[in-house]
């Protein structure tokens, strides 16, 4: 191409582009009631709007009810739910809720543990887990986090942790603890705090977690990580349960209320068991630690409840 | 209540690598932690090279469980960019905001979207389209907009020179101070204001 054609060429081209310029700048002002054209804030002032009408119907931690709570629940409900919630009747007296936000998993994990603590005043364990948090803190530096996205959090959680320890100035009732739990600035910060813990766990074993992660979400670990973990309110699956288990070394007990059942129309209540990991050792192999689980939550599908023992 | 020990960190932190990374903020309006400006240099080979965008930042009192608000103030043609108002289209400026997310990321994240648009999710309806139609032509509006909104030094230096002159300052000030500065209209201001 000779230099004349190019520089026609070229003023062609800046030409058409002129054009487009003005009809774009014309035609961007149309389609105003388009759903594209919400803005951000919009978006999210709905979402908050959402969340606040679910706020109304039950606080985070919601208070102790008998069992006959939940039969109440399926009085004219599957046939097969309301002969499991016997089941549970004959180990289980009483029920606890969390709210349906999203972050009832770890609103269950975290109401649970405390109140274990509080209850148990086991000092050996609360020395355990803040060797763990420590760890935790660890792998987030390890993984790049700059420390003060996480520094807060930690500090909130190990403060609840002191606090529930009874004979110091800071301790708490069992009423002050439902009290904190169901105030915004300490239970989300504790539940971000266990989102940071999952998170870190999840990516320090990403070979580990990986095919898990594939087989429920097509995502990468990262992706994963950033998408379903980090961010409140994303609901907790399998791999949340097993990181955060393993990572603060709390064994956790699961009941399955669903409608499956045998084959034979024997019914039974399904549970699982997740029981810390350690996976230290050079070759990377993961040798399951025995423990008794400190706390049992109840699963129906898209929510945890927390159950208590006879 | 904005968690303003975290933003003031979060200030230090990003504007220590700004030149490296290409991101900055700065205080928009006096001591006001809560409403901050951010600014991002456009991504090398894409239509934004060379161009500098303004972001304007608000903290929600939730902030940072509560996402930042962000807003181009630069005018750009991007498909998840409103090219009426700025307004942005991000997942992570909404639902998949995280406090483990920081505004330098936030900005980061914007300066990719820059490289990579995603126009199956528009904010933009009409820039998706000619993006997904006549890629060329987007090309061309988008390297137009940048050279005509996103490069001050593109503003003509007499423009400016009567611009501030018509403010009250005395012209051989103005062209000295506009030199001084490189071009940069705001930052002569700033000069001539503070003496």
């Known amino acids: 191409m000779g230099n004349n054609?190019?520089?026609?060429?070229?003023?062609?081209?800046?030409?058409?582009?002129?054009?487009?310029?003005?009809?774009?700048?014309?035609?961007?002002?149309?389609?105003?009631?388009?759903?594209?054209?919400?803005?951000?804030?919009?978006?999210?002032?709905?979402?908050?709007?959402?969340?606040?009408?679910?706020?109304?119907?039950?606080?985070?931690?919601?208070?102790?009810?008998?069992?006959?709570?939940?039969?109440?629940?399926?009085?004219?409900?599957?046939?097969?739910?309301?002969?499991?919630?016997?089941?549970?009747?004959?180990?289980?007296?009483?029920?606890?809720?969390?709210?349906?936000?999203?972050?009832?998993?770890?609103?269950?994990?975290?109401?649970?543990?405390?109140?274990?603590?509080l209850e148990s005043q086991d000092k050996a364990e609360v020395d355990r887990i803040k060797a763990n948090v420590e760890q935790c803190k660890k792998t987030l530096q390890n993984l790049g986090y700059a420390e003060f996205t996480f520094e807060d959090f930690f500090a909130l959680f190990l403060e609840q942790l002191e606090s529930v320890m009874q004979g110091n100035e800071t301790s708490i009732s069992h009423d002050e603890l439902l009290t904190r739990s169901r105030d915004q600035s300490v239970s989300d910060y504790v539940v971000m705090f266990f989102r940071f813990v999952t998170s870190g766990e999840v990516r320090r074993r990403a070979e580990f977690f990986e095919p898990f992660i594939l087989g429920l979400s097509n995502m990468t670990v990262e992706k994963f990580c950033k998408a379903s973990v980090e961010p409140m309110g994303e609901e907790s699956d399998h791999v949340h349960i097993t990181a955060l288990s393993d990572a603060l070394g709390v064994a956790i007990r699961v009941m399955y209320l669903d409608r499956s059942s045998c084959d034979t129309g024997s019914v039974s209540v399904n549970h699982h068991d997740f029981v810390p990991s350690i996976s230290d050792s050079p070759n990377g192999t993961t040798n399951a630690v025995a423990a008794k689980p400190v706390m049992t939550l109840l699963y129906r599908p898209g929510h945890y409840d927390i159950l208590y023992s006879k | 209540m904005v968690d303003y020990a975290r933003v003031q960190k979060e200030l230090v932190e990003c504007n220590r690598d700004k030149d490296i990374s290409g991101v900055s903020i700065e205080l928009d309006n006096g001591d006001d932690l809560s409403h901050l400006s951010g600014r991002i240099t456009g991504p090398i080979a894409s239509p934004y090279e060379g161009g500098i965008f303004q972001i304007d930042i608000r903290l929600p009192g939730g902030y940072p469980f509560e996402p930042p608000k962000m807003q181009f103030i630069t005018k750009v043609w991007h498909p998840n960019i409103s090219s009426q108002n700025g307004a942005i289209c991000l997942d992570i400026l909404k639902d998949q905001w995280s406090p483990a997310l920081t505004l330098k990321t936030a900005l980061l994240s914007l300066q990719a979207l820059l490289s990579s648009p995603e126009p199956d999710d528009p904010q933009d309806a009409v820039v998706a389209q000619q993006y997904l139609r006549d890629y060329p032509t987007f090309v061309g509006t988008a390297r137009y907009w940048t050279d005509t909104f996103a490069k001050r030094a593109s503003v003509g230096t007499e423009e400016k020179v009567q611009k501030l002159v018509e403010m009250g300052f005395p012209e051989v000030l103005v062209r000295k101070t506009l030199d001084i500065v490189g071009g940069d209209e705001n930052l002569a201001l700033e000069k001539l204001c503070t003496g």
């Not at chain 1, 978006?43 to 908050?48: F, I, L, T």
């Open chain 1, 5 to 117: 054609e190019k520089v026609a060429v070229a003023e062609e081209e800046k030409k058409s582009v002129n054009e487009v310029v003005e009809v774009a700048i014309e035609t961007s002002y149309v389609d105003n009631d388009d759903w594209a054209t919400y803005r951000d804030d919009e978006v999210m002032q709905q979402h908050n709007a959402i969340q606040a009408e679910e706020a109304h119907k039950l606080p985070f931690v919601g208070d102790k009810e008998p069992l006959s709570a939940l039969a109440a629940e399926y009085q004219s409900g599957s046939p097969i739910i309301q002969e499991k919630i016997k089941l549970l009747g004959q180990s289980f007296s009483a029920i606890r809720r969390t709210r349906g936000d999203g972050n009832c998993f770890f609103r269950c994990f975290m109401f649970a543990y405390l109140e274990h603590i």
